[in-house]
């Protein structure tokens, strides 16, 4: 393969290749705005200039390719004072508010007038002033003066997005940016342009003057909006989601994600519907018990039943963990063969770039451990009918809202002499239910979700919850001693009393004399495993933080679920 040097060390490369690349793919960083590894090259800002011998000028990285022999220079004393003419000249009419832009703590052009910029500016005339606080479309807030015509925006809207609606008017120092006339910038990936802006001038306006970066914590996690399984980082403050943001995964969704998951799919987890807490019907009413006292009750209440009396809805939202422990009570407690999972597909509702009809995060993950859309019958069109023959007598729903999706049901659900939910927030269903059970969100716990690629992600707990601070509390009173009472105060506020539905299937299970006995999510994991082959062998560390791709052609064998 040929060779290029870059800063003295000798580099293969492959033909077609910039110095660009060359030198990002060998952990090589050239200060850039303009160039983004999955856009056009547009070459305009200027800021990757670099020296190469025998050139009689700097050319700049992004669009130089890399030729056989050629000696590359980026931090020679030519480079930097390039570099700095840059910065000088970008810094001319960017306005000096900082400490009120949403982008301070991340803004790339922030951080190189610190590593590249002279630290002065000779200019000393009024900076021209543009529009400010543009509504591009309905997520997106764009100020003009801000703006260093890096064109991201523009070829992300109408390479990526497949929607041309930006472009540039004006020109020189006047030059801004505008949709075409008469459009809106409303693509469904409209909020990656805010991601990928290098500067303060495109923002959320969902998360526009909520919280700094650095007043954040970031959790790894995937979104549950749809089949796809974005990679994607939560950010809390306060115990609350303030955002969501992707995280580069190529196999699966890339740089990107849909504003659909970025905006709807994390504000329920902190709404005002949660369910917090188990509660009992008392009086027609939903009253808050204790968790022995639910526990204790709902057992009473399913001895009653025989197994073919007891339909159970199982959950796409819901981890593998959480179905298969559920699975393995229907089969092991209740004896009863009627598990089924209620699919949630908009036909028409998905595009070639991320968004999938399947609107589940984990649909995949039930088919391989062997649950179904029916079973003997029963599925979520046929249910009000045994309902209504009572031939079901009882129902338990995991995480899901049948109402919402079969009417039908809401006329029978009082034929059903007890109803068990497990639920994140109250919903159609949740008002005709016996026994309330409030179950952790995808944001408060561990767990595995599998795509429809058949790739397994992990989940981690970017919240906490009630239950999470009963195991913490050893941890807790040890850092309270050494660094003060305030440190559960400001660290750790809690708001939910929730727990993942495999621990509260599994605190049940064991009313019954059944020994569900595991510690973590990952000791259900591993179980998996011993009996799926295709999760033989693994646990949460062999999935890592961009998943495992499951050979799906393996045979699902089950053991001691039979």
């Not at 969902?206 to 700094?212: L, T």
């Not at 057992?299 to 009396?309: D, M, Q, T, V």
């Not at 009882?394 to 009417?407: T, Y």
């Given at each position: 393969?040929?060779?290029v040097t870059i800063d003295g060390i000798q580099y293969e490369f492959n033909p077609g290749e910039t110095i660009i690349q060359v030198a990002e793919r060998n952990g090589i960083h050239i200060p850039h705005y303009c160039w983004h590894p999955k856009l056009s090259?547009?070459?305009?800002?200027?800021?990757?200039?670099?020296?190469?011998?025998?050139?009689?000028?700097?050319?700049?990285?992004?669009?130089?390719?890399?030729?056989?022999?050629?000696?590359?220079?980026?931090?020679?004393?030519?480079?930097?004072?390039?570099?700095?003419?840059?910065?000088?000249?970008?810094?001319?009419?960017?306005?000096?508010?900082?400490?009120?832009?949403?982008?301070?703590?991340?803004?790339?052009?922030?951080?190189?007038?610190?590593?590249?910029?002279?630290?002065?500016?000779?200019?000393?005339?009024?900076?021209?002033?543009?529009?400010?606080?543009?509504?591009?479309?309905?997520?997106?807030?764009?100020?003009?003066?801000?703006?260093?015509?890096?064109?991201?925006?523009?070829?992300?809207?109408?390479?990526?997005?497949?929607?041309?609606?930006?472009?540039?008017?004006?020109?020189?120092?006047?030059?801004?940016?505008?949709?075409?006339?008469?459009?809106?910038?409303?693509?469904?990936?409209?909020?990656?342009?805010?991601?990928?802006?290098?500067?303060?001038?495109?923002?959320?306006?969902?998360?526009?003057?909520?919280?700094?970066?650095?007043?954040?914590?970031?959790?790894?996690?995937?979104?549950?909006?749809?089949?796809?399984?974005?990679?994607?980082?939560?950010?809390?403050?306060?115990?609350?989601?303030?955002?969501?943001?992707?995280?580069?995964?190529?196999?699966?969704?890339?740089?990107?994600?849909?504003?659909?998951?970025?905006?709807?799919?994390?504000?329920?987890?902190?709404?005002?519907?949660?369910?917090?807490?188990?509660?009992?019907?008392?009086?027609?009413?939903?009253?808050?018990?204790?968790?022995?006292?639910?526990?204790?009750?709902?057992?009473?209440?399913?001895?009653?039943?025989?197994?073919?009396?007891?339909?159970?809805?199982?959950?796409?939202?819901?981890?593998?963990?959480?179905?298969?422990?559920?699975?393995?009570?229907?089969?092991?407690?209740?004896?009863?063969?009627?598990?089924?999972?209620?699919?949630?597909?908009?036909?028409?509702?998905?595009?070639?770039?991320?968004?999938?009809?399947?609107?589940?995060?984990?649909?995949?993950?039930?088919?391989?451990?062997?649950?179904?859309?029916?079973?003997?019958?029963?599925?979520?069109?046929?249910?009000?009918?045994?309902?209504?023959?009572?031939?079901?007598?009882?129902?338990?729903?995991?995480?899901?809202?049948?109402?919402?999706?079969?009417?039908?049901?809401?006329?029978?659900?009082?034929?059903?002499?007890?109803?068990?939910?497990?639920?994140?927030?109250?919903?159609?269903?949740?008002?005709?239910?016996?026994?309330?059970?409030?179950?952790?969100?995808?944001?408060?716990?561990?767990?595995?979700?599998?795509?429809?690629?058949?790739?397994?992600?992990?989940?981690?707990?970017?919240?906490?919850?009630?239950?999470?601070?009963?195991?913490?509390?050893?941890?807790?009173?040890?850092?309270?001693?050494?660094?003060?009472?305030?440190?559960?105060?400001?660290?750790?506020?809690?708001?939910?009393?929730?727990?993942?539905?495999?621990?509260?299937?599994?605190?049940?299970?064991?009313?019954?004399?059944?020994?569900?006995?595991?510690?973590?999510?990952?000791?259900?994991?591993?179980?998996?495993?011993?009996?799926?082959?295709?999760?033989?062998?693994?646990?949460?560390?062999?999935?890592?933080?961009?998943?495992?791709?499951?050979?799906?052609?393996?045979?699902?064998?089950?053991?001691?679920?039979?």
């Open positions: 393969m040929p060779k090259v547009s070459g305009n800002c200027r800021m990757c200039l670099v020296e190469v011998e025998k050139m009689p000028k700097l050319v700049i990285a992004c669009s130089t390719l890399a030729m056989e022999g050629m000696v590359v220079h980026t931090k020679s004393e030519r480079a930097i004072k390039g570099r700095e003419h840059v910065m000088e000249f970008l810094l001319i009419n960017h306005p000096l508010d900082c400490p009120i832009c949403d982008e301070a703590g991340e803004c790339m052009l922030q951080e190189y007038a610190y590593r590249h910029g002279t630290g002065y500016s000779r200019f000393i005339e009024e900076k021209n002033q543009k529009p400010k606080r543009v509504k591009l479309g309905p997520y997106v807030m764009f100020d003009a003066e801000r703006c260093i015509s890096c064109s991201r925006c523009i070829r992300f809207s109408k390479e990526i997005a497949k929607a041309d609606q930006l472009t540039f008017v004006q020109r020189g120092d006047r030059v801004t940016i505008e949709t075409f006339p008469g459009k809106q910038f409303d693509n469904p990936y409209s909020l990656n342009v805010v991601d990928i802006c290098p500067v303060g001038a495109l923002t959320n306006i969902d998360f526009r003057f909520k919280a700094r970066v650095w007043e954040m914590s970031a959790t790894k996690s995937i979104c549950p909006g749809c089949a796809r399984g974005c990679n994607i980082d939560i950010w809390v403050r306060n115990n609350e989601i303030l955002r969501l943001t992707p995280r580069l995964n190529e196999s699966v969704n890339d740089y990107w994600m849909c504003d659909h998951g970025r905006i709807n799919c994390f504000k329920f987890v902190n709404a005002k519907d949660r369910v917090d807490g188990p509660h009992l019907r008392k009086d027609g009413e939903l009253i808050k018990v204790k968790w022995d006292e639910a526990v204790n009750y709902t057992i009473s209440e399913l001895k009653k039943f025989n197994p073919n009396e007891i339909a159970v809805i199982a959950s796409p939202f819901a981890t593998l963990e959480d179905n298969f422990v559920l699975l393995k009570f229907a089969k092991q407690v209740l004896r009863t063969k009627n598990i089924f999972y209620n699919p949630h597909i908009k036909p028409g509702d998905q595009d070639d770039i991320l968004i999938r009809e399947d609107k589940t995060p984990n649909s995949t993950g039930l088919k391989l451990l062997g649950i179904q859309t029916s079973e003997n019958g029963l599925s979520i069109e046929t249910l009000s009918e045994f309902i209504k023959t009572k031939v079901i007598k009882c129902l338990i729903v995991v995480e899901d809202d049948p109402i919402a999706s079969n009417s039908k049901l809401k006329d029978v659900l009082q034929n059903l002499d007890t109803v068990v939910v497990f639920a994140t927030n109250q919903n159609k269903t949740t008002e005709y239910t016996k026994i309330l059970y409030p179950a952790a969100t995808y944001a408060e716990k561990n767990g595995v979700f599998v795509n429809f690629q058949g790739i397994a992600q992990r989940l981690r707990p970017a919240i906490s919850t009630i239950e999470m601070e009963r195991t913490l509390d050893g941890m807790a009173l040890s850092r309270l001693d050494k660094f003060g009472t305030e440190f559960d105060k400001w660290a750790r506020p809690v708001k939910y009393d929730a727990m993942s539905t495999w621990k509260i299937l599994s605190q049940i299970a064991r009313g019954f004399g059944f020994k569900f006995d595991y510690m973590t999510s990952e000791d259900v994991f591993i179980e998996i495993g011993n009996n799926y082959r295709a999760f033989s062998g693994l646990n949460y560390e062999s999935l890592g933080d961009k998943g495992y791709k499951l050979n799906l052609t393996k045979v699902i064998e089950e053991k001691i679920l039979v």
